[in-house]
Structures are given as C-alpha cells and as structure tokens.
C-alpha cells in the first residue's frame, strides 16, 4: 500500500525564517511525489514535484523539496518566509490501483506566518 | 486561458434534496477527478473517469453519483443517501497518460453546506 504522511497539522513561523513542512512517504515502487498549496476558498495548486532525476527540486515562490529514499521522505522547505506564504500545504503521492494513477494526499499543514 | 470552472462556490442543499455541482475544462485533458475536502482530512477521492462514459468509484462513492457523457464535463451529484454532505469539494483534471509528470489542475471548489 502507498500512502503519505504529514508531520505537524499547524505550523508556525516568523516572517523571515526558515520553513520547514514535513512529508513522509510508504511506496513499493518508486514514489512520484508532488507538494501543492492551497489559499482559503480555493482550488490546490502545484508546487512543485519529483518523478525522476536528481533528487532536489525548486519550486515556485522560492520552494525546493529533497527527495531522500533512505529515509522515505520529501520535506519542503523555504529559506525565508514571507506574509503570503501562509496557506495550506499538501504532500502527494501516486498510487496505483487497478491500471489506474491517482493521487493520495497527505491531512495537510496549516503555515502560519507572524510579523 | 485554459482551465477547469466549478460552479456554483457556493451551494446549500436542504435535507433530502439532490444536488449538483457542475465541474468543466477546456484543457483538453482525459481524465478528471472529484475530491472531498473536510478540515483535518485532507482530501478524499470519490469518483475519477479517464475517458468518456467510463467512471470508477474512489473511496468514499457512497452517496454520489457522476456521469461523463462529453470530455469537457464530470458533473457530481449529491445524493440524500449522503448523511453528511457538507463539505468543499474539489474537482481536478491531468492529461490521462502524464499524470506523473504533471500533477493535477484543480477548480476553485463548491462548498456544500445542508441546511
């Protein structure tokens, strides 16, 4: 089975300090992976994603991801985190069923950013 | 600009009534998608298709209904079989054979509330 884990359902940061959301992954196969972000009332957009190739992803709005197998993880971070960082950040994974590719989501974190 | 709309935003359903909410693209896209977004879940799937009148049922089907009679619409019926409609669903489009490499495009949403 496949599926997607996210440590932490609220996250706080200053304004200008590092962020850091975390995702955990189980796959039997090689994990696509995806982040996505979603501003209140709105549809998910995506961040950013790995599918093959080297293992550190950028982003829009100045995130990357690093994709480690050895510890089944896919971690996004920002060096800096600006007011409108704050949102809802979702970590995703294909899952396979039936010949079918879907997509599992993580419960999502909430970022709060503080002045 | 190509993308998907979901109508209405905003819905209010009385008990025992059926309600739809329209899902469209113009991105051309194959298959499509319908998810279920209560706070601390994260987001469920309950029906996808991948082609034209051809639909599976996701997790959570019970209480839904879809049809997919043109490529450009996934309409989702809500049921009063549905104990517990309220909820913000989101419907979501990828092109059928890059899923992988594209992540999905997703609508800005319908929020059901039963009154």
């Known amino acids: 089975a496949q599926s997607v884990t996210q440590l932490g359902s609220h996250v706080s940061v200053s304004e200008g300090a590092l962020v850091l959301l975390r995702c955990n992954y189980s796959?039997?196969?090689?994990?696509?992976l995806f982040w996505y972000v979603q501003y209140p009332n709105q549809g998910l957009q995506l961040l950013l994603k790995?599918?093959?190739?080297?293992?550190l992803v950028k982003g829009i709005n100045g995130f990357e991801a690093e994709f480690k197998k050895s510890e089944t993880s896919f971690h996004l971070t920002k060096p800096s985190a600006h007011m409108s960082d704050a949102a809802e950040y979702f970590c995703a994974v294909i899952l396979h069923s039936g010949g079918y590719q879907k997509v599992t989501f993580g419960t999502g974190t909430k970022l709060q950013v503080i002045p | 600009d190509g993308g998907i709309t979901q109508s209405p935003k905003y819905l209010f359903r009385k008990e025992g009534q059926n309600v739809t909410l329209s899902c469209e693209q113009n991105?051309?896209?194959?298959?499509m998608y319908w998810y279920r977004q209560d706070p601390g879940q994260g987001l469920r799937l309950i029906y996808y298709?991948?082609?034209?009148?051809?639909?599976q049922k996701g997790d959570i089907a019970e209480g839904y209904s879809v049809s997919r009679e043109k490529k450009e619409s996934f309409p989702l019926t809500v049921t009063s079989a549905q104990k517990n409609p309220t909820a913000f669903y989101l419907c979501?489009?990828?092109?059928?054979?890059?899923?992988?490499?594209?992540?999905?495009?997703f609508g800005s949403g319908t929020r059901l509330t039963v009154v």
């Open positions: 796959s039997s196969v090689p994990p696509y």
């Open positions: 979501a489009s990828n092109p059928k054979r890059s899923l992988a490499g594209g992540g999905y495009t």
């Open positions: 298709s991948q082609i034209v009148n051809d639909f």
């Open positions: 991105l051309n896209h194959d298959a």
């Open positions: 790995y599918t093959t190739g080297a293992t």
